[in-house]
């Protein structure tokens, strides 16, 4: 078994950004409460983060009677007054006292909010200081999941399903300046990768993967990755179809924060698609945050290998 510890990327008590659309917290039933009911357990009692949520979030969140007594809670203004333009800046604080080390965004993509300077800032710079950036439902089951195993929490066993990649596709999609370290990442993490039912891939990408498969499996006569198009040829549009069409449950997207880039409505495309199906997609955006995932699961896996 390998001994519970953070990754180097999360702290063990992290201090987490939290805000929602208004469509995730608008009913009882809504992603933000179903989510904490099934988390609270272990924030307070394994997790114990800092909450820093924005105003509507909080408000919605007592109304609940969720987190109540809970003490580290700190309470940002609403959208409007600039909650959300302050986790931005928390992302990029140097004073880990106030800085975020994680952001969680339940987006619904059809709010206008969620296309606000701050909203697509906010994912951005947690791009670009290796934080986890989480937008959908099942993106956060999943981080909570393992973060609380990696802290000495016993897996949760409902939550098995999740990790059963033996069921599920991943897609693979890095931009240029990105794709030595796509390449690095897999073959690094090889096995995690081999134990999905499918990949897919955007073009150029595809390619390098079944490169590196060919070295790796050398008995192996089909191609490890199903290369799609290129990103702006359409291949953006290609896994978004699959992500509603529920043919594929996790995005690992290498993305480069600092180029401006031609095809950026395929890239919304497919970041809406996945948003849109928030309960049945899972997206990783940076390198840190994907080498802290694929630790974590090594670690769940480590405690009980029928679990990953």
């Known amino acids: 078994m390998i001994p519970a510890s953070p990754t180097p990327f999360t702290p063990a008590h992290p201090r987490i950004g939290l805000a929602a659309n208004r469509l995730h917290h608008d009913t009882p039933d809504a992603a933000l409460f179903r989510l904490l009911r099934e988390i609270e357990p272990r924030l307070r009692e394994t997790l114990r983060p800092t909450l820093l949520i924005v105003g509507r979030t909080f408000d919605a969140i007592e109304r609940e009677g969720l987190l109540a007594g809970y003490e580290a809670i700190q309470r940002l203004p609403y959208g409007r007054e600039g909650g959300l333009m302050r986790l931005v800046a928390r992302a990029v604080d140097p004073d880990p006292e106030a800085a975020i080390d994680m952001a969680i965004y339940l987006i619904d993509p059809v709010d206008p909010s969620s296309t606000f300077p701050e909203a697509v800032a906010l994912k951005r710079q947690c791009i670009i200081h290796g934080k986890p950036f989480v937008s959908t439902l099942l993106g956060a089951r999943e981080w909570f999941e393992l973060r609380a195993v990696a802290t000495g929490a016993p897996p949760n066993p409902a939550l098995d399903p999740l990790f059963d990649f033996g069921s599920q596709s991943i897609a693979l999609v890095a931009h240029d300046a990105r794709k030595t370290e796509m390449v690095e990442l897999v073959r690094e993490h090889f ?58 449950q996790r995005v690992l997207f290498l993305e480069d924060p600092h ?27 940076d390198l840190a945050s994907a080498r802290a995932w694929l630790a974590d699961l090594d670690r769940r896996a480590a405690i009980s290998p029928a679990r990953c």
């Not at 499918?198 to 050398?218: C, D, F, H, I, Y």
């Not at 180029?259 to 955006?285: F, K, P």
């Open 191 to 248: 096995e995690v990768f081999d134990r999905f039912a499918s990949r897919v891939a955007t073009g150029t990408t595809g390619g390098l993967l079944n490169e590196l498969a060919r070295k790796l499996r050398p008995e192996r006569s089909t191609p490890w990755v199903r290369a799609l198009k290129s990103g702006p040829l359409g291949g953006d549009a290609q896994i978004a179809e699959l992500l509603l069409d529920g043919a594929c």
């Open 259 to 285: 180029v401006a880039r031609q095809h950026e409505a395929d890239i919304q495309l497919l970041e809406r698609a996945a948003r849109t199906m928030s309960e049945r997609v899972a997206c990783y955006g």
